[in-house]
């Protein structure tokens, strides 16, 4: 089974500096997706970012960026440039992909990190 | 562009009562989730969905029934609720060729 740890319950930062976050998993799978979630105080999921575990290259989505690192299962989230609407908790997720073969593909969410943005 | 539809927002039910949380997608994903998340944790599944016609078991599926009949509806049942399943609820959906899973705005449920 898989596993994600987020090892930070709470952080915060000042407006305009860069944070970042971290999740560490646990699997045995080669072939898997990794995500970031926030969710605002309304509760909604939004999707911050996505990583292909078969791709090298670290993803990035403009002021959102990760630090993947296969081999040591981490996979860091970076804000920079803080702004007050990233204020929210964050989730790291983990999933195989449906064709895999397997059933065991639905998302394992870690339990979050509450990011608090300071003006 | 509705995506993924869950009704209603908030609930308050009596223990022993039951209810039916709605979920519906438009984007004809194959696949459909229900997650609860409580407070200060991450979300976990209770039941999912492959299509139509086959469900099955996640992580916490004690309390609940799902059906999927259509490819766009995946109801959440709660027989005799408790208090341990106060919670938000989210459905979400997917599909093979899309990574990421679309979330519903979540269902705020109490039970006293």
């Known amino acids: 089974a898989q596993t994600v740890t987020q090892s930070q319950p709470e952080m915060s930062v000042q407006e305009a500096e860069t944070v970042t976050l971290s999740c560490t998993y646990d699997?045995?799978?080669?072939?898997?997706?990794l995500f970031w979630y926030k969710q605002p105080p309304s509760r909604q999921m939004i999707l911050v970012i996505r990583?292909?575990?078969?791709?090298?290259q670290n993803a990035t989505e403009n002021r959102f960026s990760v630090n993947f690192q296969k081999a040591a299962k981490s996979f860091s989230l970076k804000i920079s440039d803080s702004q007050l609407g990233d204020t929210a908790m964050y989730f790291c997720?983990?999933?195989?992909?449906?064709?895999?073969?397997?059933?065991?593909?639905?998302?394992?969410f870690g339990k979050g990190t509450l990011l608090t943005v300071n003006p | 562009n509705a995506g993924v539809t869950q009704t209603p927002k908030f609930r308050i039910l009596k223990i022993g009562q039951s209810m039916t949380l709605q979920c519906t997608q438009d984007?004809?994903?194959?696949?459909m989730y229900w997650y609860r998340q409580d407070p200060g944790m991450g979300l976990k599944l209770i039941y999912y969905?492959?299509?139509?016609?086959?469900?099955d078991k996640g992580e916490v599926p004690n309390g609940y029934n799902v059906s999927r009949s259509t490819t766009e509806d995946f109801p959440l049942r709660l027989e005799l609720a408790a208090p341990s399943q106060t919670s938000v609820y989210f459905c979400?959906?997917?599909?093979?060729?899309?990574?990421?899973?679309?979330f519903g705005q979540g269902t705020r449920l109490t039970v006293v």
């Open positions: 979400a959906s997917s599909s093979v060729g899309r990574t990421e899973a679309f």
């Open positions: 699997t045995s799978e080669n072939n898997y997706y």
């Open positions: 990583q292909e575990a078969y791709k090298q």
């Open positions: 997720a983990f999933k195989i992909p449906e064709n895999s073969g397997g059933s065991n593909y639905k998302l394992t």
């Open positions: 984007m004809n994903h194959n696949y």
């Open positions: 969905s492959v299509g139509a016609g086959i469900t």
